[in-house]
């Protein structure tokens, strides 16, 4: 799925020990003219993958549940569904800076499930809601002090005592704001990570990365500040923070100077013009066993050892044919296109996106350059 789009597309990887995939599912429009609002800015399943978490420059949150074939065999599930639906963000205006605050969704990050209930952070720009979404199947009846309808009786014509019950619903399921974290961030989110400690989690914009506790949303803790004195000294901004999966004292945060926790030497032979712009990073994340870490910059996917702060131990080139392009790349802009990636389940296989539609899959076993 490509962020500029109005649809999701989901597809299934086959069996056999190459990897073959067929076109499983598509949700939403397909036809080429979409409303702004409805085009799809962040997707993000939930752990288990029950669920999946859309959000649009409307700012609405689509939630999709897969479906159990055979409830006597609920590992079989099927297709995605409609599970909810609900607006998330609303467009604002800060009169104090005249600036409009837009509805889009930049991010969605599931909190781990505790009780029946699911719940899931969004953000746009400025402002990150928790959300809670729970499911109602029964309600009560039989009240002493109110009839059916909800009036309420007079407390003289009540002469004897019943207990309520609960009777069967059709299945309503609804999304309630639980907290809202608002007035934290001068510049635009682009990160919103939970920690392992469940807790706690962080939001990064531009220049500043903050600790947020859950239950508190009047202030949080800045724990990264590279904002300048002088703003015209200005060199470098964040583009990415992530905590580590298993640790809850260690996170990661990438920048547009090709910078993580560390920076890698550039080999003086492939310095260019455009060496600072293509090696910004656009994306960073754990692995899911907390050993390595994966960087995204313009041309290839990198995998550090963080064992090892010297050099990446694999390198996976996504489009290397566009290095003999990079002036007209350049020129339309699309040098400062960014692009995301991802572990699968075993840390195995690498997926990031790419142009036309396309997103690119490397395997580990069989080695990177």
């Known amino acids: 799925m490509t962020e500029e789009s109005s649809t999701v597309c989901l597809v299934m990887a086959g069996p056999g020990g190459d990897m073959q995939w067929c076109f499983s599912q598509v949700k939403g429009a397909i036809d080429d003219d979409v409303a702004e609002a409805d085009i799809i800015?962040?997707?993000?399943?939930?752990?288990?993958?029950?669920?999946?978490?859309?959000?649009?420059?409307?700012?609405?949150?689509?939630?999709?549940?897969?479906?159990?074939?055979?409830?006597n065999l609920p590992q079989f599930r099927s297709e995605y569904n409609v599970y909810s639906t609900f607006q998330s963000h609303e467009p604002e205006f800060d009169y104090l800076k005249s600036l409009e605050i837009e509805e889009k969704i930049n991010k969605i990050r599931w909190l781990p499930q505790k009780n029946a209930a699911q719940f899931l952070l969004s953000t746009n720009d400025k402002t990150i809601k928790l959300w809670k979404i729970s499911e109602r199947d029964k309600r009560p009846e039989g009240y002493n002090l109110k009839e059916e309808d909800g009036r309420y009786k007079d407390p003289n014509s009540i002469t004897s005592l019943r207990v309520p019950v609960l009777i069967p619903m059709d299945l309503m399921v609804e999304a309630s704001p639980r907290r809202?974290?608002?007035?934290?961030?001068?510049?635009?989110?682009n990160s919103i990570s939970v920690n392992s400690d469940e807790e706690t989690y962080l939001s990064a914009d531009d220049l500043r990365i903050n600790l947020w506790n859950l239950e508190i949303t009047d202030r949080s803790f800045n724990i990264v500040d590279i904002k300048p004195a002088n703003m015209e000294e200005l060199t470098e901004v964040i583009t990415a923070a992530e905590f580590h999966p298993h640790q809850c004292n260690t996170f990661v945060y990438s920048s547009s100077k090709g910078t993580i926790l560390f920076e890698e030497p550039e080999d003086p032979s492939n310095?260019?013009?455009?060496?600072?712009?293509?090696?910004?990073?656009?994306?960073?994340?754990?692995?899911?066993?907390?050993?390595?870490?994966?960087?995204?910059?313009?041309?290839?996917?990198?995998?550090?050892?963080?064992?090892?702060?010297?050099?990446?131990?694999?390198?996976?080139?996504?489009?290397?044919?566009?290095?003999?392009?990079?002036?007209?790349?350049?020129?339309?802009d699309c040098i400062f296109d960014k692009f995301e990636c991802c572990w699968n389940g075993n840390d195995s296989v690498v997926m990031t996106g790419s142009y036309n539609n396309f997103f690119r899959m490397f395997d580990r076993g069989r080695g990177g350059t």
């Open 271 to 332: 310095r260019s013009f455009f060496s600072e712009i293509i090696s910004s990073i656009s994306d960073v994340k754990f692995s899911h066993n907390g050993r390595y870490m994966m960087t995204r910059d313009y041309l290839s996917v990198k995998i550090w050892d963080l064992n090892m702060e010297s050099r990446p131990v694999e390198t996976y080139q996504v489009h290397e044919y566009l290095r003999s392009k990079l002036c007209s790349l350049y020129e339309n």
């Open 41 to 71: 800015s962040t997707v993000e399943f939930n752990h288990t993958g029950e669920l999946l978490a859309t959000g649009d420059k409307g700012g609405r949150v689509v939630i999709f549940q897969q479906e159990i074939e055979n409830k």
């Open 180 to 189: 809202v974290f608002a007035n934290a961030h001068t510049y635009h989110i």
